[in-house]
């Protein structure tokens, strides 16, 4: 696998490339990561290598999963070019973007 789910407390960290290959275990991974957790969770993402419509599309299902969780997901240090891409298709208001990297 090219990306890595790494979680200590309530933060998440995903580094690496989501690629089509890996999106679903990526999203298996990332939904794993937010078992036994409550309250506010963060998944940070200064380590993603990658900006793609895969891993905006692997950022929305885990967003769903933590909603139908009661989990308030915060997404934190997201890649410039993944916020772009974000941006221009009207989902930057819908994911949970607390701050940016690069």
């Given at each position: 696998m090219s990306f890595r789910v790494?979680?200590?407390?309530p933060r998440v960290q995903l580094s690496g490339t989501v690629e089509?290959?890996?999106a679903v275990a990526a999203?298996?991974?990332?939904?794993?990561?937010?078992?036994?957790?409550?309250?506010e969770v963060v998944l940070e993402l200064s380590g993603l290598e990658s900006?793609?419509?895969?891993?905006i599309s692997?950022?929305?299902?885990?967003?769903?999963e933590a909603d139908r969780r009661k989990l308030e997901l915060r997404l934190e240090s997201m890649p410039r070019r993944l916020f772009?891409?974000?941006?221009?298709s009207g989902l930057d208001s819908i994911?949970?973007?607390?701050?940016?990297?690069?």
């Open positions: 790494q979680r200590e407390g089509h290959a890996s999203r298996e991974a990332l939904v794993r990561a937010l078992d036994g957790l409550s309250g900006a793609s419509s895969v891993s692997v950022l929305l299902r885990v967003m769903a772009e891409m974000a941006r221009v994911l949970p973007i607390e701050s940016l990297s690069g």
